[in-house]
């Protein structure tokens, strides 16, 4: 009879089942399964796998010395003295050994999973943001041109073509939209608009604004109530810079 039949044979004439002894001993099923399948390779560093042989050949009234006697010759080719087992304490398992094999598929599992939720992460964001990524944003402090009014020059001696005179701006989402604004290098509002959202701002001085929106087509734009053109496509990226006059200036 095989080594591994006398401890099932033993354990069914007691009538216990494999989770019975797990809780009697406290040993793991797998270990015990893998006493009587003579499976040793799943088994743990030496002394504690002859520690598990002997309580379970106790439990099943066993000669406890013979059994573990048996198992040392079997699983490591040559019977040692007893104390000889002391030496196994705190040796660490080879790192490729067998009974490594299923921590390191443990391991690259939850590499693999952490890779993945990282994509998923930056997919979401760059979703929330509408095609926003961290390096498109702009700085929260632009350095932004002196305002020119009326009929003044920029500094090249050309004519500003977005300078509008104004003390009163809407923004209208009509679809998800990121949007950045910018009054005198200071930003006033940062944030994603959802359908339907409507930022109003009313400024007493007269205000060089800068604005950023992540979905041109998704924002409508009002100065002083009314209306202005398309700012663009749905999905595209836009950046304009306009002067707004204080009514009382």
């Known amino acids: 009879m095989r080594w591994g039949e006398k401890l099932k044979e033993a354990r069914e004439k007691y009538g216990y089942t494999i989770d019975d002894v797990e809780e ?12 009587e399948n003579e499976d040793f390779d799943l088994l743990p560093p030496r002394i504690y ?22 198992f040392k010759l079997m699983a490591y080719g040559q019977e040692q003295e007893e104390n000889n087992d002391n030496n196994d304490i705190g040796k660490i398992a080879p790192p490729f050994g067998p009974q490594n094999r299923i921590k390191f598929k443990n391991v690259f599992a939850g590499l693999l999973f952490l890779a993945i939720a990282l994509w998923l992460g930056n997919f979401l964001l760059a979703y929330i943001l509408d095609g926003q ?5 702009p700085d929260k402090t632009p350095v932004v041109e002196e305002p020119v009014k009326n009929n003044e020059t920029a500094k090249n001696g050309q004519p500003r073509d977005n300078i509008t005179e104004a003390d009163d701006l809407s923004v209208l989402a009509k679809g998800k939209c990121w949007l950045l604004i910018i009054a005198d290098g200071e930003e006033i ?6 359908a339907g959202a409507k930022q109003d701002f009313n400024f ?8 950023k929106a992540g979905n041109a087509g998704g924002l409508e734009l009002s100065i002083n109530g009314e209306k202005q053109d398309e700012l663009g496509q749905h999905g595209e990226v836009i950046e304009m810079e306009f002067f707004l006059e204080a009514e009382d200036q």
Request: hydrophobic share 40%; aromatic share 10%; charged share 30%.
């Open 204 to 211: 007493e001085e007269n205000k060089q604004i800068y604005l």
């Open 24 to 35: 009697e001993t406290k040993i793991r099923k797998l270990y015990l399964e893998a006493l």
């Open 49 to 70: 796998s002859v520690g598990f042989v002997k309580r379970y050949a106790r439990l099943l009234n066993l000669d406890e010395k013979t059994m573990a006697d048996e």
């Open 133 to 137: 990524t961290a390096d498109s944003l």
């Open 189 to 194: 509002f940062q944030g994603t608009l959802q």
